[in-house]
């Protein structure tokens, strides 16, 4: 059986780098990377429902249970959800493409025929989504034109028989389980 020198393959080939600075070349390589979409919502002391998607969503650790999502500086919506007592963090389902796109529109119509469920503590939670979070606000950190939001979790839920929604190379994505070869 013949073997491939790999070493010598990559150091005879030049990789085509681009300057970070191309914001278009930027973006589609973080477009490489599949990421979960989360729903991030609470309910007012007035009842009503405000949120957001977010595809920059990463667990951080399990003790303290920490997970972090990254908002856009100049985001309408943070604001009006960041001082909540708490938040709900609903990690979509396969399914739920059209809910995510609606809940990234325009503010007055981000929850027109959306199910949901509020917590006693005025976390909402989107109905049929893979998992909740109950969430607070630990730490904001700023990092360039985002800001990285650190989350404690207090309360969870979560059915892992739900397919999540995966979004990867600017577009929505299912996931397909595959069968390790003996």
């Known amino acids: 059986m013949a073997t491939t020198d790999r070493t010598a393959e990559s150091t005879s080939a030049q990789a085509d780098l681009h300057p970070a600075s191309d914001e278009s070349e930027l973006k589609r390589a973080y477009s490489c990377f599949p990421t979960g979409v989360v729903a991030v919502c609470r309910r007012t002391v007035d009842g009503d429902d405000l949120g957001m998607s977010a595809s920059s969503f990463a667990t951080v650790s399990l003790d303290p249970p ?3 999502v990254c908002v856009r500086n100049g985001s309408s919506t943070w604001p009006a959800l960041e001082d909540a007592d708490r938040l709900g963090v609903s990690v979509f389902a396969h399914r739920q493409a059209d809910i995510c796109r609606q809940l990234a529109g325009p503010t007055e119509s981000r929850f027109d025929d959306v199910a949901r ?3 006693a503590s005025g976390a909402v939670f989107l109905a049929q989504a893979a998992a909740h979070l109950e969430c607070s ?4 950190i700023p ?3 985002h800001r990285v939001v650190l989350l404690r979790i207090h ?4 059915d892992p028989t739900v397919e999540p929604l995966v979004f990867h190379a600017s577009t929505f994505r299912a996931l397909e389980a595959r069968r390790e070869l003996e």
Do not use: C, N, T
């Open 137 to 140: 606000v630990v730490q904001q």
């Open 66 to 68: 920490l997970v972090s």
């Open 143 to 145: 990092a360039g034109d």
């Open 117 to 119: 469920v509020a917590s």
């Open 155 to 158: 309360a969870l839920g979560s």
